[in-house]
């Protein structure tokens, strides 16, 4: 069974309107994180947590915030969209941080008209 | 500051062929190096990683890629590949602390 699961798998959401996109995982990892992805480029981390109630800024956080309820759940917000963030965006989790294997969600593609 | 590139946006082999894709990176310290892979329509999965110990790592599906610390590269091989390897990969380097992904290279196997 997939260890990370994100929903919705797709959205299309209005300039200006709240989104959210969750995270889900059954590995017991204690560190989860948020990236995005543009066309041609590679991930950016946006926001990443290492333990639940607790969230970090990544290297592009603005227009994001992070919600960590859980040990394996993970949330992103954007509450007003903007065109520019459309993207397809990433969850994953590892067991120690960043220098270990991450394990990734399938990713969620968001398109802002 | 950290970066990784990988020159290479597209490579094309023909199936059976040996393959080498490039990736080269700047960091101060001592790096964890990854390899990544993404199909279509899926998340990244691991290929490789190294930190230390014999500069050449192995990983699944006869991949391998090569440390070469004078150099700053970590280049990605495999001696044949199949047309199941076609997919986007990514190198990404570490310190612990901050993670920089390629750009990916993205590989067809033709027939």
């Known amino acids: 069974e997939a260890a990370v699961t994100q929903s919705p798998r797709s959205k299309v959401a209005v300039t200006g309107g709240k989104v959210t996109l969750s995270c889900h995982q059954t590995?017991?990892?204690?560190?989860m994180y948020w990236y995005r992805q543009d066309t041609g480029h590679g991930l950016r981390l946006i926001h990443y947590?290492?333990?639940?109630?607790?969230?970090e800024k990544g290297d592009i956080p603005d227009g994001y915030k992070a919600s960590r309820p859980s040990q394996e759940n993970f949330s992103l917000i954007l509450e007003l969209a903007s065109l520019s963030q459309t993207a397809v965006y990433f969850c994953?989790?590892?067991?120690?941080?960043?220098?270990?294997?991450?394990?990734f969600g399938p990713g969620t593609r968001l398109l802002v008209l | 500051a950290q970066s990784v590139t990988q020159p290479d946006a597209r490579v094309t082999v023909s199936e059976g062929a040996s393959l080498q894709l490039r990736c080269k990176y700047s960091?101060?310290?001592?790096?964890?190096l990854f390899w990544y892979v993404q199909y279509p329509r899926q998340g990244l999965q691991l290929l490789l990683k190294?930190?230390?110990?014999?500069?050449v790592v192995q990983g699944v599906n006869g991949f391998e890629a090569e440390f070469i610390k004078s150099n700053s590269s970590f280049h990605l091989r495999k001696a044949s590949v199949h047309w199941s390897d076609s997919a986007v990969y990514f190198c990404?380097?570490?310190?612990?602390?901050?993670?920089?992904f390629g750009s990916g290279t993205r590989l067809l196997v033709s027939p």
């Open positions: 990404a380097v570490t310190g612990g602390y901050k993670v920089v």
């Open positions: 947590s290492y333990v639940a109630d607790s969230t």
């Open positions: 960091y101060s310290g001592t790096p964890y």
């Open positions: 994953a989790s590892s067991l120690l941080g960043l220098q270990d294997t991450q394990y």
């Open positions: 590995n017991n990892h204690d560190y």
């Open positions: 190294y930190y230390s110990g014999d500069p």
